[in-house]
């Protein structure tokens, strides 16, 4: 999952978005307000961490800038600000979730989940399509009761059509999903992906719409 991090404390900026590589997210973070505006506006996040004391722009205004442009991306606000009407002002604005710091990295990597889970209708951690089951919490996939070993990249295009079961990805949105800034993206390696992840667990899982992506069906499923 790639999300943006809005954070201009340089060392807790980097904290974060180390802890939130492990814990398997794409992270792009930028270190102002107007920069956070600019890259929720055109950028395809799953979601979204943001401080409110930004520089430039207050996160606050970022927020209510991005909502009344009609971007739905979650937004989970980090803040050193613990006031109430602070907090109630923010989900006012369209916050979707709210952490004071300091935070715990589970605890953050587990809301951010959380809000990506609701925001495609799939309220329950694990996922399940076709007898594959994906945790995201401890990143394992299983077919009918089996674990299956994936690279990270697969686990993360697997994750990323099973929450959009049943609506058809482009080869660009999917390395949307699986690559931050700077990181160089071969020509095919979406396609080498689902190559392989159709050999481990089978063919049917991850189908071809010509000329416009791929589709992991929808079967009813969340586990």
């Excluded at 102002?32 to 401080?51: S, T």
């Excluded at 971007?71 to 709210?98: E, F, H, N, Q, S």
Aim: net charge negative.
């Amino acid at each position: 999952m790639r999300i943006l991090l809005a954070e201009d404390d340089t060392l807790l900026g980097d904290g974060l978005r180390a802890g939130l590589r492990q814990a398997g997210f794409q992270v792009d973070w930028v270190r102002d307000g107007a920069a956070a505006e600019r890259e929720l506006r055109a950028q395809p996040y799953a979601a979204a961490v943001l401080d409110l004391g930004l520089p430039l722009m207050d996160g606050l205004d970022v927020l209510a800038s991005v909502r009344r442009a009609g971007t739905t991306v979650p937004v989970l606000v980090l803040t050193a600000r613990d006031a109430v009407p602070d907090r109630v002002r923010g989900l006012d604005l369209g916050a979707d979730d709210y952490v004071v710091k300091p935070v715990d990295l589970d605890e953050l990597a587990a809301r951010l989940r959380a809000l990506v889970r609701r925001a495609h209708g799939q309220p329950q951690e694990q996922l399940q399509v076709q007898g594959v089951q994906l945790d995201p919490a401890a990143r394992t996939v299983a077919r009918d009761g089996q674990a299956v070993a994936l690279s990270t990249r697969e686990f993360d295009l697997l994750h990323a059509l099973m929450l959009n079961a049943g609506r058809v990805l482009s080869r660009e949105q999917l390395e949307q999903h699986l690559y931050s800034w700077g990181r160089e993206v071969e020509s095919n390696a979406v396609e080498v992906h689902i190559h392989h992840l159709r050999k481990k667990l089978g063919a049917e899982l991850i189908q071809t719409v010509r000329g416009v992506g791929y589709l992991c069906p929808k079967s009813g499923s969340v586990a």
